[in-house]
């Protein structure tokens, strides 16, 4: 064989690496100039839970110091490299905890909110629109609350208006258990839908401002919801099941819904939602693990199914990506939003914590996003889903008094 042709495989190679490095960094240049002009919000991060449980300092706020470089996915420095300026928190309660709802709950609203004033000089807490935009301009990241699970309303109206009294802006109706009025994706359905109780939590969710959640629910729960609701509705993290079958994903025939609605569909991180291989080496594992409820059993399990069939596959940021790209040719790119999760599981390959951010906005442009596109992505979808609940809730607080329904009188269940 001639030699010319390693010769000039051997000159062009390099440049043909150069040149995709130097159209990766145009990318990553273009989608940090973008996100300085727009604000960037996050829909789900499930930090306070992770300083509740934290092993050397359980719910201790100071001893989980965001100034410094932290072992999780979020700190101060790593939210301003990833040019986040807007964070809906999760207010999570397990729906299995022994310890009662709403002592878990208000320590959990306590912990966000001290968490939250503790960085004055990074943080600020929003309740409105109006408060996102302000705190934004000014360099900070707008912190909000949003509340993981209905089982802490304990089938309760009033607990409801008190925990928006507290600053939860969105409810995820359920979380893995089905509850009295409402069937979890995860879970055996009992009522295939909301019940007529339930139906009334949408209503007074409407009437408050606060946006109704429909991650973690059944697609009939999903389907009920967007018939039920006067205001758009979120997914707060959840990606594409025709993508990745999994049961915490959207369906098509919802997402095509949304477009109506006027809502938005927040696609998140967590690799069993957006990677298939990985999808079914948790399910394998959930198999093997179901209930187990001793610690030392489930991590005997779990390390025996590790030796058997290897850690679990990584999920990528293109993954997200293609996830992204999907909800916004089903829903249209005015209903996609960005959710991570992070502190709910393992990160992708290049999505590992918060100072990602731009690394993703970067691959969309790659694949011919428009600026307008990605700005409606970045926030501007879940503001306008948030604007619109609250001028929705104007006009339901003119026009009707608060809920005085209960599960008894709705469901004909009786009061616990």
Known sequence: MSRLPALLLFLIL??????????????????????KTTILLDGHNDLPWTIREDPQAPMDVDAYDLRKTTSGETDVARLRQGQL????????????????????????FDIARRMIARYPEAM?????????????????????????????????????RIYYSLGARY???????????????????????????????????????????????????????????????IFSHSSAYALVPHPRN???????????????????????????????????????SKGIAGEAELKRIEEAYIREHGPSPKATLKDVADHIDYVA??????????????????????????????????ELIRRGWSDADL??????NMLRTFGQAERVAGRLQRERPASTATIATLDGKKEK
């Open 171 to 233: 409810l995820t109706l359920t979380h893995n258990v089905t509850l009295d009025w409402v069937d979890a994706a995860l879970d055996e359905p009992r009522h295939h839908g909301l019940t007529p109780f339930g139906k009334e939590v949408v209503r007074e969710m409407n009437r408050l401002g606060m946006m109704v959640d429909i991650s973690h629910v059944s697609p009939d729960v999903m389907r009920d919801v967007l018939d039920t609701s006067a205001a758009p509705v």
């Open 375 to 380: 700005k409606k992505l970045a926030g501007e």
């Open 85 to 108: 300026r807007a964070q809906f928190w999760s207010i999570y309660v397990p729906g299995e905890t022994k310890e009662g709802y709403a002592k878990v709950q208000l320590e959990q």
């Open 14 to 35: 390099p440049f043909a690496s150069a040149t995709a490095s130097a159209v990766d960094d145009a990318a990553l240049r273009h989608a940090r100039a973008l996100l």
């Open 250 to 288: 959207v369906p098509d025939a919802i997402l095509k819904r949304m477009a109506a609605n006027g809502g938005v569909a927040m696609v998140t991180f967590v690799p069993p939602f957006v990677n298939r291989d990985a999808m079914a080496w948790d399910a394998g594992l959930e198999k093997l």
């Open 329 to 362: 040719r089903t829903a249209g790119h005015d209903h996609v939003g960005i959710a991570s999760d992070f502190y709910g599981g393992t990160t992708p390959v290049g999505l590992e914590d918060v100072s990602k951010y731009p690394a993703l906005f970067a």
């Open 124 to 160: 600020e807490l929003a309740l409105s629109v109006a408060d996102v935009r302000r705190i934004a301009a000014r360099g900070k990241l707008a912190s909000l609350l949003g509340m993981e699970g209905g089982h802490v309303l304990e089938n309760s109206l009033g607990a409801l």
